[in-house]
């Protein structure tokens, strides 16, 4: 491995030792509005800052929903919206299907990137497939994102969604839908939020971070190491420049 790429906030560097690996892939989820992509437009600054060679597209990003803001890279750097030539580092494929996705891999070794980044990983899979063949879809390219992060020695980083599903061990007793309450021996299981598509991803993820609010009023956020376990918190904010401590 070649060491790590730093994200430029202290609390999440200390959680995922010192930074963005090299060699690895690292699954970010979380719900929507706790800075998955936020977390992506920042260690695409940080790794256009650290290029030693302009003439290398550091970064491929490869964006699945449209969620891609040159300027908010340029924002983060802190630099004028004039520095095109920092945002020419970047290659991004906009994909509108898996097969777009999916290529956008296989030319990986053209580029040699340093950071690829997908944002969201499953989304598109999630459209275009169905049952086992959406697993075994996803699979695939997940192995295949794995093989470019270990021979190309690129950091790897992709975004995944949560979908509320119901327990399994939890039940609460007389719940009420639409103000309904059910009988007395009918039971409704609570739900909970899990990474769509989890058990898939966790297979070929090297890492896995979790995204969460930690203070709606703040807002504060906090990310989770949960692969490798750690038992330790990030605390986070998103700011003009990107994912800091709060």
Same mark, same amino acid.
């Given at each position: ?5 730093? #994200?430029?906030? !202290? ?14 892939? #690292? ?6 509005? #706790?800075?998955? %992509? ?9 790794? /256009? ?9 550091? /970064? ?15 924002? +983060? ?14 290659? /991004? /494929?906009?994909?509108?299907?898996? &097969? ?25 899979? %999630? ?12 699979? !695939?390219?997940? &192995? ?22 119901? %327990? ?8 009420? +839908? ?20 989890? #058990?898939?991803?966790? +297979? ?43």
């Amino acid at each position: 491995m070649e060491g790590v790429l730093p #994200t430029g906030c !202290k609390a999440f560097d200390d959680l995922i030792g010192g930074g963005i690996h090299y060699g690895l892939l #690292t699954d970010i989820y979380g719900e929507s509005g #706790t800075g998955k %992509s936020q977390f992506c437009f920042t260690i695409c600054a940080r790794s /256009v800052e650290f290029n030693e060679n302009p003439e290398r597209k550091t /970064v491929v990003f490869v964006d699945t929903a449209g969620t891609f803001r040159p300027e908010r890279i340029v924002e +983060i750097l802190g630099v004028d919206q004039g520095r095109n030539d920092l945002l020419e580092r970047i290659l /991004v /494929v906009r994909a509108l299907s898996t &097969h777009d996705q999916v290529d956008a891999v296989e030319r990986l070794p053209r580029y040699n990137p340093r950071l690829v980044i997908i944002d969201d990983v499953a989304s598109l899979f %999630s459209s275009e497939y169905i049952g086992a063949a959406r697993h075994l879809a996803l699979m !695939k390219h997940l &192995h295949d994102l794995s093989l470019a992060a270990i021979n190309l020695s690129c950091a790897v980083v992709i975004t995944n969604m949560v979908r509320n599903v119901p %327990s399994l061990d939890q039940k609460t007793r007389n719940p009420k +839908i639409d103000g309904i309450s059910l009988g007395q021996n009918e039971t409704m299981p609570n739900l909970e939020s899990r990474e769509f598509m989890g #058990t898939s991803v966790s +297979i070929y993820a090297h890492m896995k971070l979790m995204l969460k609010v930690a203070n709606p009023n703040g807002p504060i956020f906090k990310g989770l190491l949960l692969q490798p376990l750690r038992k330790k918190e990030a605390y986070y904010r998103i700011s003009a420049n990107g994912i800091t401590d709060i």
